[in-house]
Structures are given as structure tokens and as C-alpha cells.
């Protein structure tokens, strides 16, 4: 479940990915709505891992 | 005053500005009584942790003001009016820092919960009992926050500027005010206030980010305004990142993040939060406050869209502001702003405050003080901390100020090793990390000043560069020497204290 937590840095850390203008979402260019969507992205991903713990009694 | 001065004041902005102003100090002084316990003697768990009893609300609204400063909200659009997309790595920073906080902060609020500690120094001197590597971290902390107190008031100095006013007076007597009920209320004040400054910063940019485009012809046109005027400027501007900015902006953006919660303001909201569980929540939370500040970010395309120019690039969101909106939304924007200053300055120098107090006067001066001399000596340090950062941009140069906060970042880094590792192993002991500490403090700072004081080393390998976060290659030295140190004496000090379950 703790690797989920690696997502956000594999996503965000990796440039070449995302550094360019297209597809455009809502008028915004890829670099600008790609890194946006990992914010709602990284918090569910928290999230998960938040609620795996707590069935598993992390106190 | 003369004529002309008295005819730049922007009376309606002003006056509401004045209005949520005088709200938030009666806030203020009304705070010490908010949630305070009966009979409940001066402690300085009380003053400087507000009781150790802020739970997920509080604590969303307390960090999320402290972390998310008015210098932030000047100048990362400013910044990115400057440059364009190099300036968001303020974004991929401010995600990356929860994960971060989800796996380290709980275990660093049972270390400290456990032993009544009340700063990182604390933790670490709970640890390792080493003197030296506990005043190695206050003072890294102490240092770093000093320029970042100072920033705040740049941020606030900037919004009263934009309301027409001049001299230091105003600045100074806003000051003072944040000083007294701070000094009287303690951590109790800047929580009680994030919760009127977070929902105004709140309403500001959600106004901003659906009006502002549609005066200016939608997203499109905005980036389209901007990607134009770097088009024209040239340089390492642009609405994508060069080749040579993309090392740059991750090694920026994952060593801020490494670095957010070593400072005493960010700290300081954690130990005060009620339980572990508080902590966990708000690292899925907290995340909110990021959509915001790439919103606000955008603002300095936004400036392009509407054909501002700006002498300062800190002035461009106040201008922006002033050409777009009706006078009383400035000023209602613009005491968000200087609100959103009140906050973090009043958790710094509590956070600093408590360093002082703990890991310098209990240490050195007076071991043997009761809890309610703490909390005296930690009131008044608020004080003169202050009042230090008010001489400091009262006296001396902005970019004075700039340098040190941006030093600062790379000090308060090499101070992760002493305070995190021990959470999770117990390997290091307190002479390699004291080492480490040094070694990369020295590195980073003479490697920073040899490149005229800026944030990024470039490195020429063969035919390529490589241009890397000072900060995070500081830190890199710092672990490595750690490591060579422990292996080569890998019995000296004392073995620290077995890592907590």
C-alpha cells in the first residue's frame, strides 16, 4: 500500500512526461491541468493508504 | 501629508481594509480565552501549542494559513509573470509535501507527545542526548525563520502600497498589534485568525479565477496573452519549461517539499494537533489548499491578459486587482492578504520562540525553570523576534531579505537527516549526524554564495549541464558524510534511545 505513495513523484518529478502544450483541457495546456489533476490525484492517494492503516490498527 | 498623497489613498479599500483589520485583532485578544481549560495554570504547552488540542479542523485552518503565506500569494504569481512555467514549481512542491507528511509527521507527534517535547530540537535532544546536534537544529531553525518573518511583512508592505498609503508607520503599527496579542494569546491568536483568512484568501481566488477570465475572453486568451509576451521577451521564459529549467524545477519542487515541515512555523502546527490521527487526516486535506495556489499562481498570466505593467513583479496581483475590480473587493482582497501575513508571522515567532525557550534557556541559562517560566520567556522572545524581523525590512535592503530566506531553505534542509532518520532507524548516531549537519551547511552555503546567492548549481559534465537545487545537493553531501562518519566511528556518542514502535 506505501508504494502508492510513490505515485506523486514518479509523476511529478519525471518532466519529459508532461512538458509541452498539448492536449489542452479548458483553455489550460497540458503542463498546467496534468499537474493540477495530481493534487486530487495525491490526496486520494493518501487517502487509501489513510484507511488501509486504520483497518490494520495504525494508531 | 500633502495634497497629492492624500489624493493616491483609495478610501473605499481602505476602509475595508481597515474593517477586517480591527476584526481580526479583537480575534486576536479575544483568543487566550478560546478553548482555554479552567484553572488551568501558564504552561508553555499552553502559549506555544495552543494545549496540544487542535483537532482536523483547527489544524487544516492553522497550517493551511501558516504554510500558505501572503508572501506566497505575491510572489509566486510574480514569478511566474516573470518567467512562466518555471515559477509553478511552487505546484509539484506543495503535492509532493503530503506524502511526505502522511508517513513522517504522525511518528514525529508521538515522539514529541510522549515526552512533552514542544520543538524538533527537543525530539532530537529526546533521541540522540547530544547538547551539541539539539543547538545544532534550534539554531538552523531560529536562522531560517528570522528572513521568512521579514518576507511576510515584504508581503504586507506590498498590499499597503496598493491601498495608497506610505512611510513604515502602517506597516510598523500592524506589527506591533500582531506583537501585543500574540504576546498575550499564543498560538491561540494565528489559529483563531487562519480561520478568517482562510476563508477570505479562499473567496479572493475563486472570485479571481471565474471573473478575471471572463473579462479577459476566457483561459484561452489568457494563455494565449502570456505565451505572447514571453514569445516576445525571450529568454528562459516561456509557458512550457527549456530543457535546461526541467532538472531545475524537480530537484526545487522535491526539495522544498523535503524541507516545508522542518521549519519551526510548519512543526509547530503539527505538535499542536490533538492526535496522530489529526495529522493523518490533514495530509488527505490539506491538498485543498494547493488547488488554490495554482489558481493564485495563474494570476500572473492573467496580468498579461489584461495589459498590466508593473515596476516591482511583486506589485502585479495588487495591480491586477486595482484594474479589475470594484475598489471595495481590493480592499477586501488586499486585508486577505495582509490577514494571510498576520498568520504565519505570529506561528514563526512562536515556533522560534519555543526554540529559544527550550533548547537554549532550559539548556544553557536556567535548567532548572518551572513550566510557567517557560511560557514567560517564550512571550517574551515572541517580542524580539519581531521586532528583529521588523528592523530587518525596515533597515535593510528587500533583497537582503530575499537571499537569506533562500539560504535558508538550504540551511533548514540539512537539518531533515537529525530530526527524521531517527524516526524510522536507529543506525546514525548524534557525531555523524552532527557532522553531516556541518558539512552540508558549510557546502551549501559556500556553494550558493559562489554562485552569487541563487538556488541552482549547475554542474558542466563533459558536454552536458546539469543544474541542480543547491539545498537538495547539500543534502546529499550531508547523508553521505553521515554515512562515513558512522562507519568510521561507529561507537562514538551514545546509542540513541530504541525507535518507537
Known amino acids: ?59 | 501629508m500633502d495634497a497629492q498623497t492624500m489624493g493616491a489613498i483609495n478610501w473605499t479599500a481602505l476602509s475595508v481594509f481597515v474593517f477586517f483589520f480591527l476584526l481580526v485583532t479583537v480575534m486576536g485578544f479575544y483568543a487566550s480565552r478560546w478553548q482555554r481549560p479552567e484553572k488551568k495554570e501558564a504552561h508553555l504547552d499552553e502559549w506555544g501549542l495552543g494545549g496540544r488540542n487542535f483537532g482536523t479542523w483547527i489544524t487544516w485552518f492553522l497550517v493551511g494559513g501558516d504554510f500558505y503565506t501572503a508572501y506566497t500569494v505575491i510572489a509566486v504569481p510574480a514569478l511566474v509573470y516573470a518567467v512562466g512555467a518555471y515559477g509553478f514549481f511552487a505546484l509539484p512542491y506543495t503535492i509532493l509535501v503530503y506524502p511526505i507528511v502522511f508517513v513522517i509527521m504522525p511518528k514525529l507527534w508521538h515522539a514529541a507527545h510522549k515526552a512533552g517535547h514542544v520543538t524538533a530540537a527537543d525530539v532530537v535532544f529526546g533521541r540522540y542526548g547530544s547538547r551539541p546536534l539539539e543547538l545544532a537544529v534550534a539554531v538552523t531553525a531560529v536562522v531560517a525563520t528570522m528572513p521568512y518573518i521579514a518576507l511576510q511583512l515584504v508581503g504586507m508592505e506590498v498590499v499597503i502600497k496598493a491601498l495608497g498609503l506610505t512611510g513604515e508607520l502602517p506597516l510598523a503599527a500592524a506589527f506591533v498589534i500582531l506583537a501585543l496579542y500574540t504576546y498575550s494569546a499564543g498560538l491561540r491568536a494565528p489559529a483563531l485568525i487562519a480561520f478568517v483568512k482562510d476563508l477570505m484568501i479562499y473567496i479572493v481566488v475563486l472570485v479571481a479565477v471565474v471573473l478575471v477570465p471572463i473579462k479577459l475572453g476566457g483561459y484561452p486568451a489568457v494563455f494565449a496573452a502570456a505565451g505572447e509576451a514571453f514569445a516576445a521577451k525571450g529568454g528562459a521564459t516561456g509557458l512550457t519549461l527549456k530543457p535546461a529549467q526541467l532538472l531545475p524545477y524537480a530537484t526545487l519542487a522535491l526539495g522544498s517539499a523535503l524541507a516545508a515541515f522542518m521549519y519551526p512555523h510548519t512543526l509547530t502546527g503539527i505538535f499542536a494537533a490533538k492526535s496522530a490521527d489529526t495529522i493523518r487526516k490533514n495530509a488527505v486535506f490539506l491538498p485543498a489548499y494547493t488547488v488554490l495556489l495554482g489558481l493564485i499562481a495563474l494570476l500572473g498570466y492573467m496580468a498579461y491578459a489584461a495589459k498590466i505593467t508593473v515596476k516591482s513583479n511583486n506589485d502585479v496581483v495588487p495591480a491586477l486587482f486595482n484594474a479589475l475590480f470594484p475598489a471595495w473587493f481590493s480592499g477586501f482582497a488586499f486585508a486577505a492578504i495582509a490577514i494571510g501575513a498576520l498568520v504565519p508571522a505570529a506561528v514563526m515567532s512562536i515556533g522560534a520562540a519555543n526554540l529559544f525557550t527550550r533548547n537554549f534557556w532550559k539548556a544553557y541559562v536556567n535548567p532548572s525553570i518551572t513550566p510557567p517560566g517557560e511560557a514567560k520567556v517564550a512571550k517574551i522572545t515572541s517580542l524580539g523576534v519581531k521586532v528583529g524581523a521588523l528592523v530587518i525590512i525596515i533597515f535593510l535592503p528587500t533583497q537582503f531579505a530575499l537571499d537569506l530566506q533562500l539560504l535558508g531553505g538550504v540551511w533548514i534542509l540539512q537539518t531533515f537527516p537529525a530530526v527524521v532518520f531517527g524516526l524510522f532507524f536507529a543506525w546514525f548516531r548524534a557525531p555523524a549526524l552532527l557532522a553531516g549537519w556541518a558539512v552540508g551547511l558549510i557546502s551549501g552555503t559556500t556553494i550558493a554564495f559562489l554562485d552569487g546567492v541563487k538556488p541552482v548549481h549547475t554542474f558542466n559534465l563533459g558536454d552536458g549541464h546539469y543544474a541542480v537545487y543547491t539545498g537538495l545537493l547539500a543534502l546529499v553531501i550531508n547523508v553521505v558524510v553521515a554515512a562515513v562518519v558512522q562507519v568510521v566511528l561507529p561507537s562514538a556518542g551514545t546509542k540513541p534511545k530504541a525507535v518507537a514502535a
Open chain 1, 1 to 59: 500500500m506505501w508504494i502508492l505513495l510513490l505515485l506523486p513523484f514518479a509523476g511529478l518529478l519525471w518532466l519529459p512526461f508532461y512538458n509541452h502544450e498539448g492536449p489542452a483541457l479548458f483553455g489550460f495546456p497540458f503542463f498546467y491541468w496534468y499537474q493540477l489533476l495530481w493534487v486530487p490525484v495525491t490526496a486520494l492517494l493518501i487517502w487509501i493508504v489513510y484507511r488501509h492503516d486504520k483497518k490494520n490498527g495504525v494508531e
